[in-house]
């Protein structure tokens, strides 16, 4: 996983598309979506860890 992407298919994966029209906004829930999946065990961790930093390099791409 490397890109912003990559996450996105990532979620599609489990059926969670995330737009709402605002890219920080976009970023922000993807985050949570993703911890969610983790929390719940349906992701690994090194998946986890990597998702969490390739949004993160967005926010800070996007200076949120």
């Known amino acids: 996983m ?7 298919q990532l979620l599609k994966k489990f059926g969670i598309i995330i737009y709402v029209g605002n890219r920080n906004a976009d970023i922000e829930l993807m985050e949570m979506e993703v911890k969610e999946l983790y929390k719940l065990g349906l992701i690994e ?8 930093l390739v949004l993160r390099q967005e ?3 996007n200076g949120f």
């Open 2 to 8: 490397k890109t912003f992407y990559d996450v996105q």
């Open 45 to 52: 961790k090194e998946i986890f860890q990597r998702a969490i």
């Open 59 to 61: 926010k800070n791409k």
